[in-house]
């Protein structure tokens, strides 16, 4: 019996990366004898054991064959007589069948290194076109890493997806990887990937149809909402944003996509617009009810926010409780990082002043600072009170502006 370090542990040891999760592939050895070594089986499609003490995985080597459409369409083999380099074979990308053995030495036999050091992703062999995750985690690591697509492993994918293979994906695998892509360091890498290959139109419609539409002509033209988008994505993610905002960023200008043609110079009405398909898109892929509920109110009120100085009072206060902002303010807050990652995901705009933030910041405290309780007990007519309330939240915020513009012009 033969153990190795397989996979993500030793590609990342190689970039000079933590390691933070080891996988192992057991050559030479059968169920029952793991089992009399003290391994306990977790795998109900292969075998896979944890280990009795570290409590690691560990995998037989096997191979696999395609036996039906999507990635549950396979049938596995794993006996004493499965190598280590037919188990490598299965893998996904040369940067992922890398081995390595008890005394460190290193087993590749499909060149993963020397496409580490070239920054390339490239399929190990015909059958990355049996699993159509395969994509999803290619563009992943594409965001990940900042690598380049081997030409011949694009035009794999592309034929993928014109063989219907993306049409198997179930949502939550979607989600998931999407979710993980979008906490990479460059997570438009992931959709710029996706749509290279063909593969966005039909996984994620709603972002597709954002490239190739106009930005409004002060919002620098040389640039389309599409790509607008991943720069808004990647700034929210150099801003160490969570991963709602991050959605929040990737799907607030959705409406544009189906603005009229005669109004697209100004996008007049785009947020409104933008809740359909948002929700829609939502509701096919599950998305968690946090991530869904702050892109809802970044679609509808992030222009609202950059034209902070031209609100008034009353305008503002209705806005705070539009976006449930009183009750909620960490979620408000967050939309705000939404929306100064859209303002500066405009093209030269990287580190323009956007004081709209610390405007809304606190505006919103002093509306919340309001003692709605003694309000309640001076009125004499209880149908009153929300109306006074609203007065007194919306005098305070006039005093915040008042105080903001002094400020502002000395």
Request: hydrophobic content about 45%; charged content about 25%; glycine content about 6%.
């Amino acid at each position: 019996m033969q153990i190795y370090i397989v996979g993500g542990a030793v590609r990342d040891r190689l970039l000079g990366l933590p390691v933070k999760d080891r996988d192992w592939v057991v050559v030479g050895a059968s169920v029952q004898s793991m089992l009399q070594q003290g391994f306990k089986p977790v795998g109900k499609d292969f075998p896979v054991f944890l280990h009795p003490r570290s409590h690691e995985e560990y995998a037989l080597a096997r191979t696999e064959r395609k036996t039906g459409k999507g990635y549950h369409g396979f049938a596995f083999h794993a006996d004493e007589s499965v190598t280590l380099e037919q188990d490598l074979a299965r893998r996904d990308l040369t940067i992922n069948a890398i081995a390595q053995d008890d005394q460190g030495r290193l087993i590749d036999p499909y060149n993963g290194q020397q496409d580490l050091r070239a920054g390339v992703l490239r399929h190990v062999s015909p059958s990355f076109a049996e699993d159509p995750v395969r994509i999803l985690r290619l563009a992943r690591f594409a965001a990940r890493f900042g690598f380049s697509v081997a030409p011949e492993t694009m035009q794999l994918m592309r034929d993928m997806v014109a063989a219907g293979e993306v049409d198997a994906l179930v949502a939550e695998r979607v989600w998931q990887e999407m979710a993980k892509a979008l906490m990479e360091d460059k997570p438009s890498r992931f959709f710029l990937v996706l749509r290279e290959c063909t593969a966005l139109q039909r996984i994620l419609p709603e972002i597709d149809a954002l490239f190739g539409v106009p930005q409004r002509a002060d919002y620098h033209p040389e640039i389309d909402t599409g790509d607008h988008v991943m720069r808004v994505i990647d700034m929210a993610a150099s801003m160490q944003q969570p991963l709602p905002v991050r959605f929040a960023a990737l799907t607030h200008d959705l409406g544009k996509a189906l603005t009229p043609a005669a109004v697209l110079p100004r996008h007049i009405g785009h947020e409104a617009r933008g809740e359909k398909p948002l929700l829609a898109l939502c509701k096919r892929l599950r998305v968690p009810a946090e991530c869904r509920d702050l892109a809802r109110i970044t679609v509808l009120n992030h222009t609202k926010i950059h034209g902070t100085a031209q609100m008034k009072p009353a305008t503002i206060l209705r806005l705070f409780r539009d976006c449930d902002a009183l009750r909620r303010p960490e979620r408000f807050r967050q939309m705000l990082s939404a929306v100064l990652a859209d303002a500066r995901g405009r093209l030269h705009f990287e580190d323009c002043a956007y004081p709209q933030v610390a405007w809304m910041e606190q505006m919103l405290q002093a509306a919340m600072q309001v003692d709605a309780g003694a309000i309640a007990k001076s009125c004499t007519d209880p149908r009153q009170i929300p109306v006074q309330v609203d007065v007194a939240r919306t005098e305070a915020i006039r005093n915040v502006r008042q105080q903001l513009q002094t400020q502002q012009e000395s």
